[in-house]
T-cell receptor, first 111, second 114 residues
Framework: EAQVTQNPRYLITVTGKKLTVTCSQN?????MSWYRQDPGLGLRQIYY???????DKGDVPEGYKVSRKEKRNFPLILESPSPNQTSLYFC??????????FGPGTRLTVL | SQQGEEDPQALSIQEGENATMNCSYK?????LQWYRQNSGRGLVHLIL?????REKHSGRLRVTLDTSKKSSSLLITASRAADTASYFC??????????????FGKGTHLIIQP
C-alpha cells in the first residue's frame, strides 16, 4: 500500500531535549516536505527536499533541521525544542508538480 | 507567506445542499490543489487543477480556476454528513523548474447538518 508513515504519532517532551520525528515513504517520490499546523495559521512549510542530499528552507525553518540521506526517509530534527514548537506536524511526499501524499501527523507537545 | 486564502472561514449547511468554497491567491501558479482534513488527521488530496485548465470534476466535486482573477472555487454537490471537514486550497508556485512545495491557505471549516 502506498503510504507515508511518521513516528512517533504523539510525543510529549521537555524544553531542550533533542528529538527526531521520522518520515518514510514507499512511493519512490523525489520530493518530500515537512509542515506544521497551528490553529488559525493553517499549514506552514518547514523544510523541503527535491532529492537525496538536496534540502531547502520553507517558510518557518527556525529551530528545525532535516536530512535526506536516502530517497525514502526525511527525518525532522529538533535540536533544542521549545514550547513554541508545540504543534501538529505533517510529512508529505510527491512527484514534482503533482498531488502530495501526507502522513498521519505527529502531535508534539513541548513543556 | 500565505499564498492562498479560503473564503468563507466557516460554512454550515443542511445535508443535501451544495457547498461552495473559494480560494484566492497572489502570484502565478503551476497548479492549484484542494485537500480535505478531518479533525486532527492527515490531509487527503481531492483535486489538482493545472494553470491551463479552467474546470475539473471528480464525483460530487467541481473545481474551477480563473487565473486572470487568481481565484478558484470548490463546489461539493448534494452534501453528506461525511463531508464535514476542513478544506484547504494549496498553490504550487511557478518557480522556473524548481519545486518549492505547496503553500496552503488557512482553510474553510465545513459543517453539514443532518
Amino acid at each position: 500500500e502506498a503510504q507515508v508513515t511518521q513516528n512517533p504519532r504523539y510525543l510529549i517532551t521537555v524544553t531542550g531535549k533533542k528529538l527526531t520525528v521520522t518520515c518514510s515513504q514507499n512511493m519512490n517520490h523525489e520530493y518530500m516536505s515537512w509542515y506544521r499546523q497551528d490553529p488559525g495559521l493553517g499549514l506552514r512549510q518547514i523544510y523541503y527536499s527535491m532529492n537525496v542530499e538536496v534540502t531547502d528552507k520553507g517558510d518557518v525553518p527556525e529551530g528545525y533541521k532535516v536530512s535526506r540521506k536516502e530517497k525514502r526517509n526525511f527525518p525532522l530534527i529538533l535540536e533544542s525544542p521549545s514550547p513554541n514548537q508545540t504543534s501538529l506536524y505533517f510529512c508529505a511526499s510527491s512527484e514534482q508538480g503533482n498531488e502530495q501524499f501526507f502522513g498521519p501527523g505527529t502531535r508534539l507537545t513541548v513543556l | 507567506s500565505q499564498q492562498g486564502e479560503e473564503d468563507p472561514q466557516a460554512l454550515s449547511i443542511q445535508e443535501g445542499e451544495n457547498a461552495t468554497m473559494n480560494c484566492s491567491y497572489k502570484t502565478s501558479i503551476n497548479n492549484l490543489q484542494w485537500y480535505r482534513q478531518n479533525s486532527g488527521r492527515g490531509l487527503v488530496h481531492l483535486i489538482l487543477i493545472r494553470s491551463n485548465e479552467r474546470e475539473k470534476h471528480s464525483g460530487r466535486l467541481r473545481v474551477t480556476l480563473d487565473t486572470s482573477k487568481k481565484s478558484s472555487s470548490l463546489l461539493i454537490t448534494a452534501s453528506r454528513a461525511a463531508d464535514t471537514a476542513s478544506y484547504f486550497c494549496a498553490t504550487d508556485l511557478y518557480s522556473g523548474g524548481g519545486a518549492d512545495g505547496l503553500t496552503f491557505g488557512k482553510g474553510t471549516h465545513l459543517i453539514i447538518q443532518p
